[in-house]
Nanobody, 121 residues
Framework: VQLQASGGGLVQAGGSLRLSCVAS????????IGWFRQAPGKEREFVVA????????TSADSMKGRITISREAAKNTVYLQMNKMNAEDTAVYYC???????????????WGEGTQVTVSS
């Protein structure tokens, strides 16, 4: 499975961004897709995931109430809508796929290259 994340960029604090993750090379409905992020000097951390059956996992505490994850099967795409963004959201955002979603990045099998998100304060 190949994953391509996009939609990152520069946004002002309080603004919004929508990231996309397009999957190819596999059966989309077989995989759970997770979003992770990694800020400079920090470990990669879990953001949120959507399971193969459409159920959504709990999200990172720092992003609760500000993000929405969704999937569009016809386009093999998962979206991450982020609102009320702040400087602490600045990171490279990655999407990852696996048969079962996990908050542990090491448990996710396939990874995209990531997209940079920068929030200016």
């Amino acid at each position: 499975v190949q994953l391509q994340a996009s939609g990152g960029g520069l946004v002002q604090a309080g603004g919004s961004l929508r990231l996309s993750c397009v999957a190819s090379g596999g059966t989309f409905s077989d995989y759970s897709i997770g979003w992770f992020r990694q800020a400079p000097g920090k470990e990669r951390e879990f953001v949120v995931a959507i399971l193969w059956n459409g159920m959504v996992t709990t999200s990172a505490d720092s992003m609760k109430g500000r993000i929405t994850i969704s999937r569009e099967a016809a386009k093999n795409t998962v979206y991450l809508q982020m609102n009320k963004m702040n400087a602490e959201d600045t990171a490279v955002y990655y999407c990852a796929a696996s048969g079962q979603a996990s908050m542990n990045p090491r448990a996710m099998k396939y990874w995209g290259e990531g997209t940079q998100v920068t929030v200016s304060s």
